[in-house]
């Protein structure tokens, strides 16, 4: 079983909205610090926003006013609300611990902002 599946990609215009999903299969979920990830074509992969097991949350400043990182614990689940999204945003989004761990990338999820 996957331990985390990413959900909720696509292809938006510019200024508009995507909501990305991530499930966590293991119930220990709700300990974590989780952080949503990005990387575009000929980049580094970025952390772009985080979220401590308190609620506690960060932005890199990239998408700070833009970007909700928010988490539901009883459905083990991480959500990016993405709003006024750039053709810069343009990258497959991913989930994972923070800091990342190598057991928890998955395919992640792309999002192409179109101008």
């Known amino acids: 079983q996957v331990p985390l599946a990413e959900s909720g990609g696509g292809l938006v215009q510019a200024g508009g909205s995507l909501r990305l999903s991530c499930a966590a299969s293991?119930?220990?979920?709700?300990?974590?610090?989780m952080g949503w990830y990005r990387q575009a074509p000929g980049k580094q992969r970025e952390l772009v926003a985080s979220?401590?097991?308190?609620?506690?949350?960060n932005y890199a400043d990239s998408v700070k006013g833009r970007f909700t990182i928010s988490r539901d614990n009883m459905k083990n689940t991480v959500y990016l609300q993405m709003n006024s999204l750039k053709s810069e945003d343009t990258a497959v989004y991913s989930c994972?611990?923070?800091?990342?761990?190598?057991?928890?990338w998955g395919q992640g999820t792309q999002v192409t902002v179109s101008t």
């Open positions: 994972n611990r923070v800091p990342s761990s190598g057991r928890y």
């Open positions: 293991e119930s220990i979920f709700s300990l974590y610090n």
């Open positions: 979220i401590t097991s308190g609620g506690s949350t």
